[in-house]
């Protein structure tokens, strides 16, 4: 079955780049999306499609996706940022990642 | 607004039964594909069960087929999740989520399920 990997957890500077990587086999010919979820609250979509922003995303959010990897790329972090972060895939079922929790320093 | 809103979790014993409930509002429900995802406390998501538009489709995770059941009235709004023969293991918050193509556009705020003795 497929599967998605993401770190655990990444660390991040205030003010500067955050990426949080989701890997998977061939990861590159699907739809990638990404959510943040902060305590105690529903996850939302930040980024859908790859590198579509829904309206409410900071422009700050971003995404690639390519071979292997796609990457959920925060620039100019913000402790707001500080969240857990899922991809998620849509295989025969729908799939999500592990999770990663962005630390801002 | 668009809004989900889920009913319906709780304390229940193990093998029991529990239906949740997800009222939706502020968009027109009948053509979106619906969906159930959990959330252990502390751990990660994971999809449970989806439903097309009609109802004429619905998937579900293998750990939960021929426990649960999902299934929406669009006269009322509304998408549900019949669980029965419940374990330990599927204590957790249920989310209600509108699907669009296959991303999640819209989750409610969850329901806590709590499957003990």
């Known amino acids: 079955s497929y599967e998605l990997t993401q770190p655990l957890s990444v660390s991040v500077a205030l003010g500067q780049t955050a990426r949080i990587t989701c890997g998977g086999n061939?990861?590159?010919?699907?739809?990638v999306h990404w959510y943040q979820q902060k305590p105690g609250q529903a996850p939302v979509v930040v980024i859908y499609r790859d590198n579509n922003r829904p309206s409410g995303s900071p422009e700050r959010f971003s995404g690639s996706n390519s071979g292997n990897t796609a990457t959920l790329t925060i620039s100019r972090a913000q402790a707001g940022d500080e969240a857990d972060y899922y991809c998620q895939v849509w295989d025969s079922n729908i799939l999500f990642g592990g999770g990663t929790k962005l630390t801002v320093l | 607004e668009v809004q989900l809103v889920e009913s319906g979790g709780g304390l229940v014993q193990p093998g029991g039964s529990l239906r949740l409930s997800c009222a939706a509002s502020g968009f027109n429900f009948r053509i979106y594909w619906m969906s159930w995802v959990r959330q252990v406390p502390g751990k990660g998501l994971e999809w449970v069960a989806n439903i097309n538009q009609d109802a004429s489709e619905k998937f579900h995770v293998d750990s939960v087929k021929g426990r649960f059941t999902i299934s929406r009235d669009n006269a009322k709004n509304s998408l549900y999740l019949q669980m029965n023969s419940l374990r330990g293991e599927d204590t957790a918050v249920y989310y209600c989520a509108k699907q669009e193509g296959g991303w999640y556009s819209t989750w409610g705020q969850g329901t806590l399920v709590t499957v003990s003795s």
């Open positions: 061939n990861i590159g010919s699907r739809n």
